[in-house]
């Protein structure tokens, strides 16, 4: 069993930055990937950003590249998704995902979910 926990999300107006944590609990997080996905309202959820066990690659969404980075700190089981330059468009609960498969939106567990904002 994997405990996830979410931080970091808010209201912020367009062109504004918001950090969000995942602190990880109950296996080895070091050996897995993790991930960021989000759902709007009356959508699907959709895929964000990878990254690595080892941190050495991460994979974005065509609509966060460039905006967004996804990182990881293995020694505080954290993940950590800065997210700059924040559009309208970006307004949506932000999930944390552990061991995420790749190319889909299957993960082995999740969080509970981050309310972003983002105000015009």
């Known amino acids: 069993q994997v405990q996830l926990v979410e931080s970091g999300g808010g209201l912020v107006q367009a062109g504004g930055s918001l950090r969000l944590s995942c602190a990880a609990s109950?296996?080895?997080?070091?050996?897995?990937?993790m991930g960021w996905f989000r759902q709007a309202p009356g959508k699907e959820r959709e895929f964000v950003a990878r990254i690595t066990w080892r941190g050495g690659s991460t994979l974005y969404a065509d609509s966060v590249k460039g905006r967004f980075t996804i990182s990881r700190d293995n020694a505080k089981n954290t993940a950590y998704l800065q997210m700059n330059s924040l559009k309208p468009e970006d307004t949506a609960v932000y999930y944390c995902?552990?061991?995420?498969?790749?190319?889909?939106?299957?993960?082995?567990?999740w969080g509970q979910g981050t309310q972003v904002t983002v105000s015009s």
């Open positions: 109950g296996r080895t997080f070091n050996i897995y990937a």
């Open positions: 995902a552990f061991n995420p498969t790749y190319g889909t939106t299957r993960a082995d567990y």
